[in-house]
């Protein structure tokens, strides 16, 4: 409540409010953000390291380094 009665005390009582609800909403959607995309990179690097569950399997002519026809 201290910041809110600066915000007042600066800028009038009906700006006052309104500027500082918007700062504070813009800070909180920041850190958000910037949560989520180290949870991303996070997720992504292990993503990278593990080993698929059902690889594909290679046709013969592709595995022996021959081109594949059709």
Not at 3 to 26: A, D, F, T
Request: proline share 10%; aromatic share 6%; net charge positive.
């Amino acid at each position: 409540m201290r910041k809110l009665q600066i915000y007042v005390n600066r800028y009038g009582p009906e700006v006052g409010p309104r500027l500082y609800q918007m700062l504070q909403s813009q800070a909180g959607h920041a850190s958000v953000g910037a949560r989520l995309r180290r949870k991303l990179d996070a997720i992504r690097s292990r993503a990278d390291r593990t080993l698929p569950l059902f690889p594909e399997p290679k046709p013969a002519a592709v595995a022996e380094g021959q081109p594949a026809i059709g």
